[in-house]
């Protein structure tokens, strides 16, 4: 397994320079706790624990699995003695209120954290990473008294959590969700039913697993409409915080799965499980979205992560790796061939690990302000700038997670690649950053259910394309300055205004086609997506290329010349090379969908 660094010198880059962290929160209530002297000791810290400890246990994890007996889960060597020490560390509380035991950090720390976590060791990630969406739900939806009795445990990692929504017979559909809620007349529930996919659904990492789950009442209407939303702890709960007897909740197997192994994928079966409702009943889908949101952008951080993971390894063996001469004649003439970076393809692909770590990296970062300042306004109780800034990071959460997951996993590959043969084999740990990367298109929605969700729920219905105008108007705004400039910036900036118009432009002919065809949002919502993304990551790419350039001429850079030179390059490769893939997304969206519908089922019979 390569060895992870926490890349901290591109993290506070785009934090102290590019998006001005420090301002941004000074603006929030009780940001002052949040002072750059604070922020960077808990950055040095973390990445020293992820570093020290977790990335160690990676391929650890990856070769023993978890081990499943007699309805328990083992853990692999190491993750207990880690999980302690990240109880002790208090880096599950980070962001979550004093009042329940928490830093009261912005939510911006967590995803900060969560990619370090996750670069240096998905799988181990995971376990404390779904606690994080069970707490803003309950938050957000419980009781005066359900938070009290269950946060303090959940906000100091001492408890996790999980959200319990797919069954055997539907997936993404949840309409078809059968699981039972029978009132036990004092307040609480029977929840009867089976979940499977439940990830960190079982472990021995804490003594108690609180379950986050979607079932129907006895008189609930069919369909999505006709779910409520329960809180199921696996140990029942006294009234005094407590552990009580065990609850129904049993596991009935975990899954082999082709990645992350090191992370239990549990099958649970509630018989009779005692619970409690948290929001209003047959609302539940309405609370679950605070949990998936908060996940949806937890998993494209993965993206990011193995992006990141994969480029690391990769450029380490192209610097030290020694393979035939350069084209343009002999570069180390000393050593008995050149060293692969020397090669223009493998450069390309390291550019391409680069371009999308580094671009996703600020994608996250600046949708991470946007979720402080809807908190910020959560706590406040103003609801409109609340609403609104839900509706922004909306339109963020599918492209994030459908497209730097695809991305992360392109980026994965990748580093196979330019290990040739020794990419294949396990001893050097890069066909697991591909494995582990491969589930991340698939949970919290796949890249399919993400592009329908960008698509057809909110650019066409919810606001008649009015998002992608918002967006746009932004980047057109960052670009008018520099239209009329020589050099890079300049040439960017006006690609920026042509690609703005160009998503607009593609937005309102799939509006207008749609209201002919209904299969045109099905039939184009994926290539949407993946235009989307790289239009919006070009912007960000600006951004950046921006920023280096002016600190470069003033001298003011807190970085080396050399990383704001990289930034620049990088930025030019971005644009030339990757950005072009746009316009294949965005012809092949306006393709007819009757390439798609007109074949008979029957042609699809192999005989």
């Known amino acids: 397994m390569p060895d992870y660094r926490v890349p901290l010198r591109d993290m506070r880059f785009l934090m102290n320079e590019v998006f001005d962290y420090p301002s941004h929160y000074r603006d929030l209530a009780g940001g002052e706790e949040a002072s750059p002297e604070v922020i960077d ?12 400890v977790l990335a160690p246990l990676n391929a ?15 853990t692999p060597s190491g993750f207990r003695e880690a999980y302690r020490q990240f109880i002790d560390g208090g880096w599950q509380s980070l962001s979550f209120p004093q009042e329940y035991g928490g830093q009261g950090l912005p939510m911006s720390m ?64 949840l309409g078809q969700v059968r699981s039972r809620a029978v009132p036990l007349g004092d307040g609480r529930f ?3 039913g089976t979940k499977i996919f439940i990830s960190s659904g079982e472990h021995d990492l804490t003594d108690n697993i609180i379950h986050i789950v979607l079932a129907r009442l006895p008189d609930a209407p069919r369909g999505t409409r006709g779910i409520s939303l329960f809180l199921v702890p696996k140990v029942r709960v006294n009234d005094d915080g407590s552990l009580g007897e065990r609850n129904s909740v049993i596991c009935g197997s975990i899954e082999h799965k082709m990645g992350i192994a090191a992370s239990a994928t549990a099958l649970l079966n509630f018989e009779g499980a005692e619970g409690l409702l948290i929001g209003e009943p047959n609302k539940g889908l309405e609370a679950m979205f605070t949990f998936m949101n908060t996940a949806r952008i937890g998993t494209a951080i993965q993206g990011v992560a193995h992006a990141e993971q994969s480029f690391q390894g990769a450029l380490a063996y192209a610097q030290n790796r020694r393979s035939m001469r350069a084209l343009s004649g002999a570069k ?8 692969l970076i020397w090669h223009p393809d493998v450069r390309r692909m390291l550019l391409t690990q680069k371009s999308i770590a580094e671009g996703g990296r600020a ?14 306004a959560s706590r406040a109780g103003d609801a409109a700038t609340q609403k609104r800034l839900d509706e922004e990071l909306g339109f963020y959460t599918p492209i994030l997670k459908g497209f730097l997951t695809e991305l992360g996993l392109e980026a994965a590959q990748l580093g196979v690649q330019i290990y040739g043969g020794h990419g ?60 009329l400039g020589r050099g890079a910036a300049g040439r960017q900036s006006r690609e920026l205004v042509k690609r703005a118009l160009q998503w607009n432009w593609l937005t309102l002919r799939l509006m207008l086609r749609a209201k002919a065809d209904r299969e045109t949002v099905g039939a184009a919502s994926v290539d949407y997506l993946m235009a989307s993304g790289y239009i919006m990551m070009a912007h960000f790419w600006a951004l950046q290329a921006r920023c280096a350039e002016r600190l470069l001429g003033s001298g003011s850079g807190q970085q080396p010349r050399a990383f704001y030179q990289a930034k620049l390059d990088c930025a030019e490769f971005y644009f030339e090379r990757l950005l072009p893939r746009a316009d294949a997304h965005v012809r092949t969206a306006l393709a007819p969908t009757h390439t798609l519908m007109k074949m008979d089922r029957e042609c699809f019979r192999i005989d």
């Open 41 to 52: 000791a808990i950055l040095e810290a973390a990445a020293d624990y992820c570093e020290q």
């Open 60 to 74: 650890v994890g990856d070769r023993e699995g978890c081990v499943f007996e007699q309805g328990q889960v083992r």
């Open 110 to 173: 967590n995803l900060l954290k969560t990619e370090m976590m996750g670069a240096a060791n998905w799988a181990f990630a995971m376990y404390p990473g779904l606690s994080v969406g069970c707490i803003a739900t309950l938050m957000q939806y419980g009781s005066d008294a359900v938070k009290q009795r269950y946060l303090p445990s959940l906000v100091s990692g001492r408890w996790t959590g999980t959200m319990c929504l797919t069954e055997p017979q539907c997936g993404s559909d």
């Open 190 to 192: 029977a929840i009867s």
């Open 332 to 339: 180390e003439p000393e050593q008995v061939a050149d060293a």
């Open 363 to 376: 994608m996250v970062y600046a949708a991470a302000q946007i979720a402080d300042r809807m908190f910020d």
């Open 424 to 483: 294949y084999i396990r001893e050097h740990g890069m066909e697991q950053i591909v494995r582990d990367a491969r589930v991340a298109t698939l949970y919290e929605g796949t890249t399919g259910i993400q592009a329908l969700d960008l698509l057809g729920r909110k650019v066409l219905l919810a606001t008649r394309g009015a998002c992608v105008r918002d967006f746009t108007r932004e980047m057109m705004t960052q670009a008018r300055p520099h239209l």
